[in-house]
Each structure stands twice: as C-alpha cells, then as structure tokens.
C-alpha cells in the first residue's frame, strides 16, 4: 500500500523556489533543502528525486505562473502601450520592493547556470520565446488598430521590450533608484512611437 504524502507539494515548492531564489542553484545544499522543506530526505527524494530535478520543477512553476500572470494583463489591457507600460512599471514596483535585492528568479537562474546545464538553457530559451510572442502579439495588434507606427518591425519591437525587462531586473539586483527606472521606462516606451 502506498503512503500519503503528510505535505503540500505546491508549499514545498515554492519554498524551494525561495531557497533557491536565495541561495542560487549551487549555493543551495540538499541539507538546506532538507531543513528549509520541513520534509525528511527519503521523502524530497522520493517526491522531487535529486536536488537538479527539484530545481526543474520549481522553474518549471514559476515559469507558468509568471507566464499566466503576463497572459492575463495582456489579455485585459486596452492597448500595446498599456500592456508594455504595465509589464515595466509591474516589474519595477515589485524589484524595488525587494530589499534584498534578489533580482528575477529566472535572470538569476540564466545568468548562473544556462551556460552549463543545458536542459535549464533550453527552458529559459523557451520562456524567452514565450514572453517575446506575447509581446510580439501586443504590437502586432497595436500597428493593426493604429494605436502604433507600423514602421517598425513588431517581433524587433518584442525582442528590445523582452531585452530592457531583462536588463531592468539585473539592475535591480544593486540599484533601488526608482527615478532611474522611469528613465529607463520613457526611453523604452518611446521605441514604440
């Protein structure tokens, strides 16, 4: 007969993702996991398998979380400036807020292991992707309604917009400086004229 689980598996992965978040993938023991978890080692392995296959799930969850919250203001925003406006000022407000300076969970998890670990590559190249087309379908819409010049090539428009959000979340990570980010936001919105 097999056992029950006695935890929530979405808590535990999300408190993964903040050991993670945290710690960074190679700063995160599976002792850290062990005691950060609050579920015994046999049963993190059993659940998750090793420290790398936990690590997949708990991006793989964030991924359709961020990717269902973007989906969601694209879907109920008046218009392509709107959309790309909010996503900035969204991203910012919430970076700023961090006094840690954690920075994005999926900048960081680029920046430190999409180099070596190819199935994380591939996931983050596949997130890009995603993000790049939801933007790509915003100005797109835009240039067909008029709200936006169609001098511009949309899917160049998406990728620059998809570029600045990144950069953004690097600099958040050692800038707090609100009034620079605004900065950022008017010059980024003015690409789209």
Same mark, same amino acid.
């Given at each position: 007969?097999?056992?029950?689980? &006695?935890? &929530?598996?979405?808590?535990?992965?999300?408190?993964?993702?903040?050991?993670?978040? +945290?710690? %960074? $993938?190679? %700063?995160?023991?599976?002792?850290?996991?062990?005691?950060?978890?609050?579920?015994?080692?046999?049963? /993190? $392995?059993?659940?998750? %398998? &090793?420290?790398?296959?936990?690590?997949?799930?708990?991006?793989?969850? @964030?991924? !359709? @979380?961020?990717?269902?919250?973007?989906?969601? /203001?694209?879907?109920?925003?008046?218009?392509?400036?709107?959309?790309?406006?909010?996503?900035?000022?969204?991203?910012?407000?919430? /970076?700023?807020? +961090?006094? !840690?300076?954690?920075?994005? *969970?999926?900048?960081?998890?680029?920046?430190?292991?999409?180099?070596?670990?190819?199935?994380?590559?591939?996931?983050?190249? &596949?997130? +890009?992707?995603?993000?790049? !087309? @939801?933007? @790509?379908?915003?100005?797109?819409?835009?240039?067909?309604? %008029?709200? /936006?010049? !169609?001098?511009?090539?949309?899917?160049?428009?998406?990728?620059?917009?998809?570029?600045?959000?990144?950069?953004?979340?690097?600099?958040?990570?050692?800038?707090?400086?609100?009034?620079? *980010?605004?900065?950022?936001?008017?010059?980024?919105?003015?690409?789209?004229?």
């Amino acid at each position: 007969m097999a056992r029950t689980k &006695d935890f &929530d598996e979405e808590e535990v992965l999300n408190k993964a993702m903040n050991l993670f978040w +945290d710690k %960074g $993938y190679a %700063g995160t023991s599976m002792q850290d996991l062990v005691d950060g978890l609050g579920i015994s080692r046999s049963s /993190l $392995y059993d659940t998750f %398998g &090793d420290k790398h296959s936990l690590f997949i799930r708990v991006l793989e969850n @964030y991924r !359709q @979380y961020a990717g269902k919250q973007m989906s969601e /203001l694209i879907a109920n925003s008046p218009s392509a400036k709107a959309t790309v406006r909010t996503m900035l000022e969204n991203n910012i407000n919430e /970076l700023i807020k +961090d006094k !840690q300076h954690k920075g994005c *969970f999926l900048v960081n998890t680029s920046v430190e292991m999409a180099a070596h670990d190819p199935e994380v590559s591939a996931m983050l190249c &596949d997130n +890009d992707s995603q993000v790049e !087309q @939801y933007f @790509y379908e915003a100005i797109s819409k835009g240039q067909e309604s %008029g709200e /936006l010049s !169609q001098q511009k090539d949309a899917r160049a428009l998406a990728r620059f917009i998809l570029n600045a959000i990144k950069g953004i979340r690097v600099t958040a990570k050692s800038v707090s400086d609100k009034k620079m *980010f605004e900065d950022i936001i008017s010059l980024t919105m003015s690409v789209m004229d």
